[in-house]
């Protein structure tokens, strides 16, 4: 089959977040998306954003327009999040996000009543109603489909970059789970959903297009669900690897890397340079540690197997790239990133807060609302905890 590649402005914009909605009192997930998009009604058809449902009627989506830079995709977000609350706040309902709600059961959760949900819940049973999990994913622009694959093949060394930085899915179903992001492990059980496949050229992947739709695996590219895949009808590389981020100034940290890696890669191969990967299996192990270990992991970083700790990987990696920053006018939300090494990601601030408050999770939940309009106030949640507020 042909699959066309649409064309698309380099290095453009889009973010999609995923994000919970949840009973203000006691942090229980409400399945109350229909009830807010209907509150909304169509005022938001006008927008740069749009605000959608998902798999399950306790998440809404909130989309980006395409943006030139990071600031004008995650302003959009920003516009949508006021919009909703417009309609949360008047019902106590409040927002949040992390890649796993820290003790919601799958049995207590809807699947929203759309065709393409109840099939892939037909098909994948348990393990899709255990899919609790929340997101971000970002689109980067690419002018030339000969680029794609190079580009994501060079980016699957980066996975547990992304992953550690925002991993935020200690919990999972009331218990502490030892992994700083389970999400990642419980994603990659559907059919389609983990690593990319190392494929060489466009080519290759309208062939595995054909080998999948024949096998009646999948409809159409839009069931490709890996880490990071492309996305056609957009002319996008889509990273999708990433757990929810609880901040917006987090969230908007990681899009900026999302967009300077993308570029910095482009530009290589506009310089004639080969782009280089590591062993696919070398892909999966790192995929585990950082899973398990967050920023704390030590990650395989090149096809000698050489073994650094992510935090510095990551360090040096910021200080190569950071002139693209400027460049795609992404600084001040790319030195975000440094923040989130300094004071720790979403995983560690959550356990930080349950040990805190002697296991409770309903306090953790709270800081994640907290956090959620703030942005990061691990100290100040901590000081209320402990004083019992």
Do not use: F, K, S
């Given at each position: 089959m042909t699959e066309p590649f649409a064309r698309s402005a380099r290095s453009t914009v889009g973010i999609e977040w995923?994000?919970?909605l949840a009973d203000g009192e006691t942090g229980d997930l409400v399945p109350r998306a229909p009830e807010v998009l209907d509150a909304l009604g169509e005022d938001a058809a006008l927008e740069r954003y749009t605000i959608t449902q998902e798999l399950l009627?306790?998440?809404?989506e909130l989309t980006s327009g395409i943006g030139d830079t990071v600031a004008a995709a995650v302003d959009d977000i920003g516009d949508a999040i006021a919009a909703v609350r417009t309609a949360t706040e008047p019902r106590g309902i409040e927002l949040l996000c992390a890649g796993s709600h820290p003790f919601a059961q799958w049995y207590d959760q809807e699947v929203t009543d759309k065709t393409r949900y109840h099939s892939l819940i037909e098909r994948t049973q348990w393990w899709g109603r255990n899919m609790m999990i929340w997101g971000i994913h970002v689109h980067v622009g690419v002018e030339d489909v000969t680029k794609v694959f190079p580009i994501i093949n060079a980016l699957t060394v980066y996975l547990p970059h992304l992953q550690a930085l925002s991993a935020s899915s200690p919990f999972w179903a009331g218990e502490r789970t030892g992994y700083a992001s389970n999400r990642a492990l419980v994603f990659q059980q559907l059919p389609t959903a983990g690593l990319p496949w190392p494929l060489p050229d466009w080519a290759a992947f309208e062939r595995y297009l054909d080998d999948m739709i024949a096998t009646g695996v999948?409809?159409?590219?839009?069931?490709?669900r890996w880490d990071i895949r492309p996305a056609p009808r957009w002319g996008t590389i889509e990273v999708r690897a990433c757990d929810g981020m609880s901040t917006l100034p987090e969230l908007a940290a990681v899009a900026a890397f999302v967009q300077v890696m993308v570029e910095h890669f482009s530009r290589l191969l506009d310089d004639g340079v080969e782009l280089s990967g590591i062993q696919p299996w070398f892909v999966r192990e790192n995929k585990w540690r950082a899973a398990r270990y967050g920023l704390d992991a030590r990650?395989?970083?090149?096809?000698?197997?050489?073994?650094v700790p992510v935090r510095d990987h990551l360090a040096a990696t910021l200080d190569e790239v950071a002139g693209i920053a400027v460049e795609l006018k992404c600084a001040r939300e790319f030195a975000g990133l440094e923040r989130i090494l300094a004071g720790g990601a979403s995983y560690a601030r959550q356990l930080l807060v349950a040990e805190a408050a002697d296991g409770d999770l309903r306090a953790v939940v709270h800081h994640l609302i907290r956090e959620f309009r703030a942005g990061p106030?691990?100290?100040?949640?901590?000081?209320?905890?402990s004083g019992g507020g």
């Open positions: 995923e994000l919970m009627t306790n998440t809404i999948m409809e159409d590219a839009t069931e490709v990650v395989i970083v090149d096809r000698d197997g050489t073994q106030t691990l100290r100040d949640h901590l000081a209320a905890v």
